[in-house]
């Protein structure tokens, strides 16, 4: 099953949110991500002195970022769950090896002043690679709803790696001490874990129901599925 079908075949309401997830990953790389490049970027010599270390971390968390989208398509699991599979693979690996070399970093190469600055940064390393390992283990015991709601906070966790970096064009926001980065890091980890339930059950949320008339209760259905 072509990529193309998949997007023709899939929900506007789901094509909207992807497209403004991909609008978001843009601006991040043309503002943010571009200007590291830049020989008179004053972050420039850190980053280099860790490449071994940064490059690897940011090839798999690109190959999430990537990967992880098709995960969320019902009708590619249905027809070629092969493929599927292999995908979630490929997801879940990248996420394991992408989230090690963070925590690594974070503990070792990283000069955090405290522990409160390095709390935040250490705690979502670690919750990226086991709500990762989480969704995969609900997978393999074959407990899909349960292995949808870590998904969903698994990819949400991949996420914040965009959403922590669109508001840097706001000078308030990138001149944030690293202390609040900090704590921001962590409401972003408390907001994803609880997203996943919202996103399972925004039907039975919006949905205003009828008093007296009895039906049999539809399974929720996650707004990120196609």
């Known amino acids: 099953m072509s990529v193309i079908k998949i997007v023709r075949e899939t929900d506007r309401s789901k094509l909207l949110l992807w497209g403004i997830m991909f609008l978001m990953s843009l601006s991040v790389i043309f503002y943010s991500e571009i200007a590291f490049l830049s020989p008179s970027n004053p972050v420039r010599p850190h980053h280099y002195a860790i490449r071994w270390w940064l490059i690897p971390h940011l090839l798999c968390g690109i190959t999430a970022m990537l990967t992880g989208p098709f995960q969320f398509s019902t009708r590619l699991r249905q027809r070629n769950p092969v493929v599927h599979h292999t995908i979630g693979k490929v997801y879940v690996i990248a996420v394991l090896i992408g989230a090690s070399f963070a925590f690594y970093m974070d503990l070792t190469v990283e000069d955090h002043a405290t522990w409160q600055i390095a709390a935040g940064p250490v705690l979502h390393s670690l919750t990226w690679f086991f709500t990762a390992l989480i969704a995969y283990r609900t997978a393999i015991t074959r407990s899909f709803q349960i292995h ?45 874990y609880f997203g996943a339930d919202v996103a399972l059950n925004l039907k039975e949320i919006t949905t205003k129901r009828t008093a007296g008339l009895k039906s049999p209760k539809p399974a929720p259905r996650a707004i990120f599925t196609a």
């Not at 990819?155 to 926001?173: E, G, K, Q, S």
């Open 148 to 192: 949808r709601q870590w998904m969903i906070r698994s990819y949400l966790i991949t996420f914040t790696f965009m959403l922590v970096r669109f508001p840097n064009p706001i000078r308030a926001w990138r001149d944030m001490s690293d202390l609040s980065f900090s704590m921001v890091l962590v409401l972003l980890m408390f907001l994803c």
